[in-house]
T-cell receptor, first 110, second 115 residues
Framework: RKEVEQDPGPFNVPEGATVAFNCTYSNSASQSFFWYRQDCRKEPKLLMSVYSSGNEDGRFTAQLNRASQYISLLIRDSKLSDSATYLCVVKAGSARQLTFGSGTQLTVLP | DVKVTQSSRYLVKRTGEKVFLECVQDMDHENMFWYRQDPGLGLRLIYFSYDVKMKEKGDIPEGYSVSREKKERFSLILESASTNQTSMYLC??????????????FGPGTRLTVL
C-alpha cells in the first residue's frame, strides 16, 4: 500500500465549478500536511499547508481529518489557470523528508 | 526569491555511461533532496542530505550515489546509467528539520534519457 494515496483523475470540470480532491495517508506518525501544485512540464510548488482546524486561502480550502488519516482540497469557482496536477504531501514528525502522493490531474475547461 | 538551479534541462546518455546531475541553491538551506518523477509513480526520493558531507538514502537509492562537498551544491551520480533510469530528476532544498517551515523548493528538473 502506498504511503500517500490520491485519485489520479483526470478531473475535467467547467470554469466556475467547485471541485474536491481527496488524499489518504497510512503513517499515523505524520505531523505536517501540504498541497503542492505542479503545472505541466514544471516543478512542484507549495500551494498551501493543511492545519488541523482546516484553513482557507482565497478559493482554496484544505481540511485534515487525523482520525481517518484523510486530507482534502476544495477549489471553488475554478479558473482555467487552476489546471495542473495537485500533489498531496505528508511529513512524519521526526523526518526531514516529505512523502508525495502521485498527484491528481485537474483540467478546467472553458 | 529562493532559487534552485539544475545543470541541464535535457540530457541524453548511453547505457553504461557515468552521469552527473548538479544542483545549486542560493538560500543557505541545510537540507537538499534528489527525486525522480515517473508517470503514475509520482515523486520518489532517491537521496537527501542535511549537512555538508552528510547523506541519507531515500526510498530508491539503488544505482545512484550523491555528493555534497559544499552547502549550496548537491550532486547526483549515476555510476553506470541504465535504460530504467530514464526519468525526470528533480532537486529540492529546504530549511533544517528543526524549523517549523517545511516547504521544499524545487529546481526546474532534468529530463534524462538513457539509450
Amino acid at each position: 500500500r502506498k504511503e500517500v494515496e490520491q485519485d489520479p483523475g483526470p478531473f475535467n470540470v467547467p470554469e466556475g465549478a467547485t471541485v474536491a480532491f481527496n488524499c489518504t495517508y497510512s503513517n499515523s506518525a505524520s505531523q505536517s500536511f501540504f498541497w503542492y501544485r505542479q503545472d505541466c512540464r514544471k516543478e512542484p510548488k507549495l500551494l498551501m499547508s493543511v492545519y488541523s482546524s482546516g484553513n482557507e486561502d482565497g478559493r482554496f480550502t484544505a481540511q485534515l481529518n487525523r482520525a481517518s488519516q484523510y486530507i482534502s482540497l476544495l477549489i471553488r469557482d475554478s479558473k482555467l489557470s487552476d489546471s495542473a496536477t495537485y500533489l498531496c504531501v505528508v511529513k512524519a514528525g521526526s523526518a526531514r523528508q516529505l512523502t508525495f502522493g502521485s498527484g491528481t490531474q485537474l483540467t478546467v475547461l472553458p | 526569491d529562493v532559487k534552485v538551479t539544475q545543470s541541464s534541462r535535457y540530457l541524453v546518455k548511453r547505457t553504461g555511461e557515468k552521469v552527473f546531475l548538479e544542483c545549486v541553491q542560493d538560500m543557505d538551506h541545510e537540507n537538499m533532496f534528489w527525486y525522480r518523477q515517473d508517470p503514475g509513480l509520482g515523486l520518489r526520493l532517491i537521496y537527501f542530505s542535511y549537512d555538508v558531507k552528510m547523506k541519507e538514502k531515500g526510498d530508491i537509492p539503488e544505482g545512484y550515489s550523491v555528493s555534497r562537498e559544499k552547502k549550496e551544491r548537491f550532486s547526483l551520480i549515476l555510476e553506470s546509467a541504465s535504460t530504467n533510469q530514464t526519468s525526470m530528476y528533480l532537486c529540492a532544498s529546504s530549511w533544517a528539520q528543526h524549523s517549523s517551515y517545511n516547504e521544499q523548493f524545487f529546481g526546474p528538473g532534468t529530463r534524462l534519457t538513457v539509450l
